[in-house]
């Protein structure tokens, strides 16, 4: 489970080592081709941080820097106090990383390659209590090669988690578990934070990041296009509301926020949801008109992802 590591030369590390991770001015370039633009990004230790984006938003890119597996073209970097281009050695025993896809010994049963793992990690750990805690006590005398993409995902999230590292970084988790497997690996990632660790991971599941990240960052073309707490960033968009109107109703009320109607379908986009709604009602009200199946709600992750987006292909 390695990568050739290509570092550059070495450049002034960013002074902010209160934070797990500091990026300022990232950029990795590949020929002409610019996959990371000089973004910045702040990881505060004992959170749970999401980086989120569309396919190739420069999301894996940025994490094979953090891990110092990637090589950067400009910027500085520190994680965990340490620049991980030249002080990866210093860095790997108190890292662990799950990456997309893992290279196990297909060889090798489930617990021959726990032990195995168990002889190369310095951090102390059993692999009885990872077989139990990932569902692969009843897979542990079965080859590696056999397993499921489920399994498979599981017992590398293990090998990420063995010892309780102070940084895990988790390339998409949860990509092929069913339901009971993703909730299962979303308590190991909240056990993992209230033992003080930090989590650093990359998601296309949105309800994944609101459940369990305290700050995301939306990548968009090489670019961090939006960050901050979900609280945050879901504030900065605007919230909406929607009614199906009977046959006829005609005219609508004045309200400050965008109006989309279709049909009989309406859709109001708006900063001041509470005053829009009011008048929204207030106007169906004197008119006798019945909204059986009226929505109301702030804007969503979901939401601001696609605003991200539809934006850039927009401009």
Request: glycine share 10%; hydrophobic share 40%; proline share 5%.
């Amino acid at each position: 489970m390695t990568r050739t590591t290509t570092g550059p030369a070495a450049v002034p590390r960013p002074a902010n080592l209160d934070a797990a991770i500091s990026v300022r001015g990232l950029r990795v370039s590949y020929g002409d081709f610019d996959a990371v633009r000089g973004i910045d990004l702040e990881v505060r230790r004992g959170e749970v941080f999401a980086l989120l984006g569309t396919n190739g938003a420069g999301k894996t890119t940025t994490l094979e820097v953090l891990e110092g597996f990637g090589r950067r073209s400009g910027g500085t970097v520190s994680v965990l106090g340490l620049d991980p281009a030249v002080d990866r050695a210093a860095l790997q025993p108190r890292m662990g990383i799950q990456l997309q896809e893992g290279g196990f010994v297909d060889e090798l049963t489930v617990l021959e390659t726990l032990r195995l793992w168990q002889r190369l990690v310095e951090r102390p750990d059993r692999p009885e209590r990872l077989l139990e805690r990932f569902e692969l006590t009843a897979r542990r005398d079965v080859g590696v090669n056999k397993l499921s993409g489920g399994e498979k995902r599981r017992l590398d999230l293990a090998m990420a988690v063995w010892g309780s590292p102070e940084l895990v970084v988790l390339d998409e988790p949860t990509t092929g578990l069913d339901p009971e497997s993703r909730r299962r690996t979303w308590d190991a990632i909240q056990e993992l934070q209230e033992a003080g660790r930090t989590v650093v991971l990359t998601t296309h599941y949105l309800e994944e990041a609101e459940a369990l990240a305290d700050r995301v960052a939306i990548m968009h073309e090489g670019r961090v296009a939006v960050s901050g707490s979900l609280a945050e960033i879901v504030a900065a968009q605007p919230s909406g509301f929607s009614a199906t109107l009977p046959a006829g109703v005609g005219e609508l009320p004045v309200v400050g926020g965008e109006v989309e109607r279709d049909g009989d379908r309406v859709r109001v986009r708006t900063d001041d949801l509470q005053g829009d709604l009011t008048a929204f009602l207030v106007w169906a009200a004197g008119r006798g008109v019945r909204l059986p199946d009226l929505r109301a709600a702030p804007a969503s992750l979901a939401d601001i992802y696609h605003a991200v987006r539809t934006g850039s292909e927009q401009s």
